[in-house]
């Protein structure tokens, strides 16, 4: 009978550290890739990207800027998921500036934002009742050409009614509509 004894590898942690973002253990996450570091493994893109994206599910966005942090200082580049995942923690932790600081740090990195950048900005803008940086973004989505989805559309309707925008609001609506994005039970004007 011979026995194999295994040893860990970047791939086996990267597999449980996206086992943990799925399951939103954050904090199991960030233990282990702490121990890849234990065990003279260094972490890579995939590794920080899971790691971010469990901080974002657990809502704790000071830690998904530490990993970023950290992506940097061992000269890994982010990537669009990187961006994607930090913004949307931003938003989740209603920081709605350093959501789009980094929006804008993904285009000075030559990263085209995808819908989902501008969703997250656009959710941050709302969160921060900060209208008109979301109806912004609702207009760079154009110049990116992007479509701005039911998401895009709920996020700057809801961004203009916390603001008092109620106009602003009624036209997002109608332009929803000439797109052809179906409003749902979250677009409501109120």
Same mark, same amino acid.
């Given at each position: 009978?011979?026995?194999?004894?295994?040893?860990?590898?970047?791939?086996?942690?990267?597999?449980v550290?996206?086992?943990?973002?799925?399951?939103?253990?954050?904090?199991l996450?960030?233990t282990?890739?702490r121990d890849?570091r234990?065990?003279?493994l260094?972490p890579?893109?995939?590794s920080?990207?899971?790691g971010?994206?469990?901080?974002?599910?657990?809502?704790?966005?000071?830690?998904?800027?530490?990993?970023?942090?950290?992506?940097w200082?061992?000269?890994?580049?982010?990537?669009?998921?990187?961006?994607?995942a930090?913004?949307?923690?931003c938003?989740k932790?209603?920081?709605?500036?350093?959501a789009?600081?980094?929006?804008?740090?993904m285009w000075?990195?030559k990263l085209?934002?995808?819908?989902?950048?501008f969703?997250a900005g $656009?959710?941050? /803008? !709302? +969160?921060g009742?900060? *209208?008109?940086?979301?109806?912004?973004? =609702?207009s #760079?989505?154009a %110049? &990116? @050409?992007l479509?701005?989805?039911?998401?895009?559309?709920?996020?700057? $309707?809801?961004? /203009? !009614? +916390?603001?008092?925008q *109620?106009q602003q609001a009624l036209?997002? =609506?109608? #332009?929803?509509? %000439? &797109? @052809?994005?179906v409003p749902?039970?979250?677009?409501?004007?109120?």
């Amino acid at each position: 009978m011979c026995l194999v004894k295994l040893e860990p590898s970047v791939i086996s942690f990267n597999s449980v550290i996206s086992a943990c973002n799925k399951c939103k253990q954050w904090q199991l996450a960030l233990t282990l890739l702490r121990d890849m570091r234990d065990e003279k493994l260094d972490p890579n893109v995939v590794s920080y990207n899971a790691g971010i994206s469990a901080c974002e599910k657990g809502k704790k966005w000071q830690q998904a800027m530490v990993l970023l942090l950290e992506m940097w200082q061992a000269k890994l580049e982010p990537n669009d998921v990187s961006y994607n995942a930090g913004i949307s923690a931003c938003e989740k932790g209603k920081q709605w500036q350093q959501a789009l600081a980094l929006f804008r740090e993904m285009w000075q990195a030559k990263l085209e934002p995808s819908i989902i950048s501008f969703n997250a900005g $656009i959710s941050a /803008c !709302e +969160k921060g009742v900060q *209208w008109s940086l979301a109806l912004a973004l =609702l207009s #760079e989505m154009a %110049e &990116a @050409k992007l479509e701005p989805d039911g998401i895009s559309y709920n996020a700057g $309707i809801s961004a /203009c !009614e +916390k603001g008092a925008q *109620w106009q602003q609001a009624l036209a997002l =609506l109608l #332009e929803m509509w %000439e &797109a @052809k994005v179906v409003p749902d039970s979250a677009t409501t004007l109120e």
